[in-house]
Structure formats: C-alpha cells, structure tokens
C-alpha cells in the first residue's frame, strides 16, 4: 500500500461560506515599478466554489524581500562618534 503525502488542511472559504479553500500553485502577477513581474508555481489558497483566491503570507513575505531594491547590499554604517557615556558624578552608593 502506498502512502500519500500529506496535504494541508482545507479552510472554510470566508467570502462564500460554503467552500473550502485548498492550496493550489498559481502563476503569481505583481508591478515593480513599470515592470510586471511573474513568478510561477507560487502558492495561494483557492475556493473550490467561489473562486476568490488568497496568496500563501509567508511566500508573499519572501517574495517581498527578493523584490526588495536593496536586497543583497550590505548595510550602510555610519561613521562618526561613538555615542556619549554617561557621566558619572564620582560618588559610590550608600551600602544599606
């Protein structure tokens, strides 16, 4: 007998209320400036009676920081002075 793999959970879909959303993998369309951008294979939940889709958080989120313009530079650091100390006034705390 063979084994499956395991599926995630259908959720019940909250704009119709009588489907289920299931996780399908979609060509995804976004703008980067006056650039549309496609990326295929990219998962979203989809009701199988309304349709309405709704794009996996944690893909969008990754998504998000390769299309970030700053993504692989290194942090700018600024140089200047270390920041001030405290000052002390010389005085030790009474011992209780």
């Known amino acids: 007998m063979t084994k499956e793999p395991d599926s995630p959970p259908a959720i019940p879909c909250p704009e119709c209320q009588a489907g289920l959303m299931r996780l399908r993998y979609l060509t995804y369309f976004t703008w980067l400036g006056d650039e549309l951008i496609t990326v295929p294979d ?4 989809v009701c199988d009676v309304c349709g ?3 794009y996996d958080q944690r893909a969008l989120g990754w998504l998000s920081t390769l299309l970030n313009p700053t993504a692989g530079r290194p942090a700018s650091r600024r140089r200047g002075q270390p920041p001030a100390r405290p000052k ?4 030790r705390p009474s011992p209780k």
């Open 88 to 91: 002390r006034d010389g005085t």
């Open 42 to 45: 990219f998962p979203a939940w």
């Open 52 to 54: 309405r889709r709704e």
